[in-house]
């Protein structure tokens, strides 16, 4: 045996012995989640000739993960592992409600994140919470809770024009990860109706810009 066919057989023995169980080590699974609120009805006329850009929210650290999230105790949370948002929450709460406020009709425009159109009013928005609370076995619910400010901008500088935290629960299913999406998107939902409401008086209460 020569001394290049001691190396390879060295090498194999090498990987057999630190690799005993890769051969049959099976790949992990994760399933990977979209939240999707659903809006329903007509547009509303628009109340002014405002124009809207939606900045990338900001999300509280323990939330920013792109596992799902489970309260268990008043202190305690569990990331599961397995499940998991297919982007990061912040990511979809910001597309979720640039989308819902573009058919709402209450702005004139809702700017695409890449235009180059000056808006006159910045909706930012902050996820205080997203996660199912497990405390109560009987009740386990999903919770949602937001910060929007509306913005006016006049020639770079900023005003708040209205600011409100919405807070929404919904009952689950069951204690699975699709029951959770599912719970989610109905406190989205329930939340982006809210908002909506609350927009259209603001900015009809403003009057032209």
């Known amino acids: 045996m020569n001394s290049f066919a001691k190396t390879l057989l060295v090498i194999g023995l090498l990987v057999v012995l630190i690799c005993p169980g890769c051969a049959g080590r099976k790949a992990i699974v994760k399933d990977a989640f979209l939240l999707d609120a659903q809006r329903g009805g007509e547009s509303v006329q628009a109340a002014s000739e405002a124009i809207l850009a939606v900045q990338p929210f900001s999300i509280a650290p323990a939330f920013g993960g792109k596992g799902l999230i489970y309260r268990t105790g008043d202190n305690q949370y569990e990331s599961d592992f397995y499940n998991e948002y297919f982007v990061s929450p912040a990511a979809m709460m910001t597309e979720q409600t640039r989308n819902w406020l573009a058919g709402s009709g209450v702005f004139a ?54 600011q409100k935290t919405y807070l929404a629960a919904h009952l689950l299913e069951s204690k699975t990860a699709p029951a959770c999406i599912a719970a989610l998107n109905q406190c989205l939902t329930e939340i982006l109706q809210d908002l909506e409401k609350d927009l259209n008086k603001s900015t009809a209460a403003q009057g032209p810009r």
Request: charged share 25%; net charge positive.
């Open 109 to 162: 425009r809702v700017l695409s994140p890449v235009s180059s159109v000056e808006p006159t009013d910045i909706l930012e928005g902050h996820i205080k919470q997203i996660a199912a609370d497990l405390r109560d076995k009987a009740t386990p619910q999903a919770v949602l809770e937001i910060t929007f400010y509306l913005l006016g901008q006049h020639k770079r500088q900023r005003t708040i024009r209205f």
